[in-house]
């Protein structure tokens, strides 16, 4: 049984990966840094200490205006993390374009991502659901190939989530929403963007807890050994 | 693993001189256009200067939006502000009668507004949002002269790039890019909700500059700036708040 060094991901596919898994994390850590200043949240136009809140979070803010209940205030960390925040989201948007422009043009998400047709029924469907639930061992052919519920996954994560995340992002620029006021109007009120740009980062950080638990499952070094050399030592014969 | 061919060697070659030239055009267009911002050095240079460009390209003559007298926020927020001054406690006690805002730098006519000055002139209101980059928000009226009349009165010349403008607390002073200096909606604001701006809101006279947060809204305005660069004022990276480890543009 001869082991194969066909190449499982494309030079492309793991440089995007990478550079958009390193900003996610840097927008992620500034992006809860800059919640640190004022970790409440409203619904709506405005919101400030003198206004109803939606919902604020436990923890010491690093204002002294912000009535958190704690006898302490957070040291300001706002410029560095907002600086590392926007261009950290320029990476991203950039980088992302480049996987989902190449990435439609040369195959790989109708290769790799779209699922086919006999997948999307309900009896297949529900057949991978149980396969998860049962937390079993992806199967040999699941290293060359995604499973349904995994394309389904990344659809919505490049096709639903980070567009919501960049767009909730930029509804609350008030440049921005000078050229495209109805980008923060349909959503309700420039609160309620902030809100939802919250709200969207837990659902991605959701999806990358579940992303990381399935690689351990699958084989945490296999996994790695892929996305980074982009070959897979699997024998080929029980594909 | 394939080997180099030529033709890749020469494919890449090209690609990578035609990427450079690319480049190097952006980067002298975007100078010539004012694209750049004063802070653009450093490690988060490309994308200060990524969002200023493309900002500036997408909204130099957009209008922040405007809200109806039914939003006006019940209790807007006063943010914190350092104790008042000797002077400032002095000017308080004359209701501002006293109180000057001076026009130099690029202008024919180098002089001293006062209040009553600036209420002379044509006069404006806007309700809009200030939004702090804290995350806080809200909506109030702000009356004033648009700070264009202001220049004109001075007689700004057209080489003018920048409009540096200082609190009389020495800490804060800002800058702004013609596109916002001359924008329709930056009042020289004397007035918030129908009536003097309270003390804590920046009174008697606060810049309010409404397409970005509110740090660039800076208040007790007492003097103005008009200068085609920005290299010798401070750090010369165009405003306090850089010095401070924040961005002087801050239309995000």
């Known amino acids: ?239 | 693993m394939s080997t180099l061919s030529r033709r890749k060697l020469i494919t890449a070659g090209v690609a990578a001189a035609a990427g450079a030239t690319g480049l190097a055009v952006a980067a002298k267009l975007a100078g010539r256009y004012g694209l750049i911002p004063p802070d653009s050095g450093g490690v988060y240079g490309p994308g200060e200067t990524l969002t200023y460009a493309v900002q500036r390209l997408l909204t130099r003559h957009s209008m922040a939006r405007e809200f109806s007298r039914s939003q006006i926020s019940a209790k807007p927020l006063m943010n914190e502000v350092d104790p008042p001054s000797d002077e400032f406690k002095r000017l308080q006690e004359g209701r501002f009668a006293d109180w000057r805002v001076a026009v130099d730098g690029m202008v024919a006519q180098p002089r001293s507004f006062t209040l009553a000055e600036l209420k002379s002139y044509p006069q404006r209101s806007h309700i809009t949002m200030i939004q702090c980059e804290e995350g806080w928000s809200y909506i109030a009226e702000w009356i004033g002269a648009p700070l264009s009349h202001v220049l004109e009165v001075a007689g700004a010349l057209p080489q003018a790039r920048y409009v540096v403008y200082r609190s009389i607390q020495p800490d804060w002073w800002e800058s702004i890019d013609m596109a916002d200096a001359l924008h329709p909606q930056t009042l020289l604001a004397y007035g918030m909700n129908g009536d003097e701006i309270p003390v804590g809101f920046g009174g008697p006279l606060r810049l309010r500059v409404t397409r970005q947060v509110g740090y660039k809204s800076v208040k007790y305005i007492t003097r103005i700036t008009v200068t085609d660069s920005l290299k010798q004022f401070g750090k010369g990276l165009g405003s306090a708040s850089p010095e401070a480890g924040y961005a002087w543009y801050a239309g995000i």
């Not at chain 1, 600086?83 to 109708?110: E, K, M, N, P």
């Not at chain 1, 057949?127 to 190939?145: C, I, N």
């Open chain 1, 1 to 239: 049984m001869a082991e194969t060094v066909r190449s499982r991901h494309s030079l492309l596919v793991r440089l995007t990966h990478w550079i958009m898994a390193l900003a996610f994390l840097a927008l992620l850590v500034t992006g809860l840094e800059i919640v640190v200043s004022h970790p409440r949240f409203y619904w709506g136009e405005v919101g400030n200490v003198n206004t109803a809140v939606l919902f604020k979070i436990p923890i010491p803010a690093s204002r002294k205006l912000v009535p958190t209940g704690y006898g302490y205030v957070m040291p300001d960390q706002n410029g560095w993390s907002r600086y590392l925040h926007f261009q950290s989201a320029w990476i991203l948007v950039l980088t992302g374009l480049l996987y989902v422009g190449v990435g439609l043009f040369d195959g790989h998400f109708r290769r790799n991502v779209f699922p086919g047709r006999s997948d999307v029924s309900p009896k297949s469907l529900l057949a991978s659901l149980l396969q998860h639930l049962k937390f079993a061992r992806p199967g040999a052919h699941e290293a060359w190939s995604y499973n349904v519920l995994q394309r389904l996954a990344y659809l919505v994560v490049i096709f639903i989530l980070f567009p919501m995340i960049i767009w909730t992002g930029l509804a609350m620029s008030p440049s921005f929403v000078s050229a495209f006021p109805a980008a923060v109007n349909v959503l309700g009120g420039q609160q309620s963007a902030r809100t939802l740009h919250f709200v969207f980062t837990w659902v991605l950080v959701l999806f990358l807890v579940v992303h990381l638990l399935m690689i351990f499952l699958a084989g945490f070094w296999s996994r790695m050994r892929a996305m980074i050399t982009g070959r897979v030592a699997e024998p080929l014969e029980r594909v």
